[in-house]
Structure formats: C-alpha cells, structure tokens
C-alpha cells in the first residue's frame, strides 16, 4: 500500500513539474511588454500573460480565475475607461484557453484544496462552502467528497481529529494541570463546523490512541 502510494505521490509531482513547465513556456511565448500589462494597457495578450503568471504561482478554479482577470478589468476600465463588455469577452476567452491547455481543471483543483482543508481540520460544511464559493459545480463538490469518504472512511470524523491536533483540543490538550473545560472544547468544534455526534467522540477520548482504534468510517458518526 504504501509502494503504491509513493508511486501516485511520484506520479502527480511530475505531473505538477510538467505542468509549471508549460506555464513558463508559455509566459515567454507571449510577447507582451510591461507596459501592456499596465492598467492602460489591457488586450487578450496582456490578460493571457496574467493568467498564466497567476497560474505559476495559485492553483485554480476556472471561476476563481476569471473573477481574478475580472478585478483587473474593472480596476483599467475605471482608471482609464474602455469596452467593459469588450474586456470580459477577452477574459472569458483566455478562461477558456487555460482549460483547454489544462492549466486549470475544476476536479484536480477540487480534490486538492480538500486534502489541504481537511489536514487543516475543516469540517465538511466547511469544505463544501470553500469549494462553491471558488466555483466549482455541486456536481463536481459531491463527486469528489464521495469518492473520498469511500476510499478514506468518515471525512468529517478525520477533519475534528487535525482540528484538535491543531488546537489541542480534548485528548491533545498540553495544558498543565489537565485539559481545558469540556464545554469550551465542544464550542470550538461548534464553531468549526462539526455536528455534536463527532466533536463529543474526539473530545471525550481519552488518549491520541484511543481516536486511532475508532473506526473512522463508521456510519453512525458521519
């Protein structure tokens, strides 16, 4: 199992190399001085120019990305005025043009952003709102967090653990003389966003231990 993993971690690093290769590739193929990048300056190639620089550093939903090109059309339209209509139609063709290159992908951005969430300790809830307000569809959103609780057992369960690593919280509190009261424990996993089911599983354990032997796929904590 754990081969197998080294092989997929190996595999999508390359593909991420590959990848941030192209998008440096491509920076250079757009002959696109400074000063066209410039707020006076905005036309399809300064607007690809700064997609693909963007892209170099942030992954991205197609959505985050056009709202990100969009910001810097209403910033020139209202320094310098211009065809506001004019520019989006440009932004949603460069939109258009990093999808298809496969510099953005709304599922690899989706699936991504959730293990980074969920090793942050966000609950569910969480997740899913993060998500929609990037862009990303129901459809993909359900799709993704699916596959994942079947493949990695109860989601949300997992999220409360990291969250009180995170926090030290119930079991991993590392206050002298015991743990904090129960009550602020259980409002913090509140406010995280975790039913009550799961925060008094994790906070009532007594030990890290005794979180590892519970079964985190069982359905009647999910």
Not at 20 to 42: E, H, P, W
Not at 198 to 204: G, L, P, Q, T
Request: aromatic share 4%; proline share 2%; with cysteine.
């Amino acid at each position: 199992m754990i081969d197998l993993l080294k092989v997929d971690l190996h595999a999508r690093l390359r593909v991420m190399t590959n990848k941030k290769a192209r998008i440096i590739d491509d920076i250079n193929a757009v002959r696109t001085s400074k000063k066209d990048l410039s707020l006076g300056k905005l036309n399809p190639g300064s607007l690809e120019k700064a997609a693909l620089v963007y892209l170099q550093r942030f992954s991205s939903s197609r959505e985050n990305l056009r709202k990100v090109l969009m910001r810097r059309v209403w910033r020139a339209v209202n320094h310098d005025g211009g065809d506001k209509n004019q520019c989006q139609e440009w932004v949603d063709l460069v939109v258009e043009k990093m999808e298809l290159r496969g510099f953005v992908n709304d599922r690899l951005f989706a699936e991504g952003r959730m293990h980074s969430l969920l090793t942050r300790g966000k609950s569910l809830r969480g997740i899913r709102n993060h998500l929609h307000d990037r862009g990303i569809s129901p459809d993909i959103i359900d799709d993704v967090l699916n596959l994942a609780e079947k493949d990695e057992g109860n989601l949300d369960f997992t999220a409360a653990i990291n969250l009180a690593k995170r926090r030290g919280l119930g079991p991993f509190s590392k206050r002298a003389g015991g743990r904090r009261p129960r009550e602020k424990d259980m409002a913090a996993m509140a406010r995280a966003g975790f039913s009550f089911e799961v925060a008094v599983r994790v906070i009532e354990a007594e030990t890290p231990g005794d979180l590892a032997l519970m079964g985190r796929d069982d359905d009647d904590y999910a």
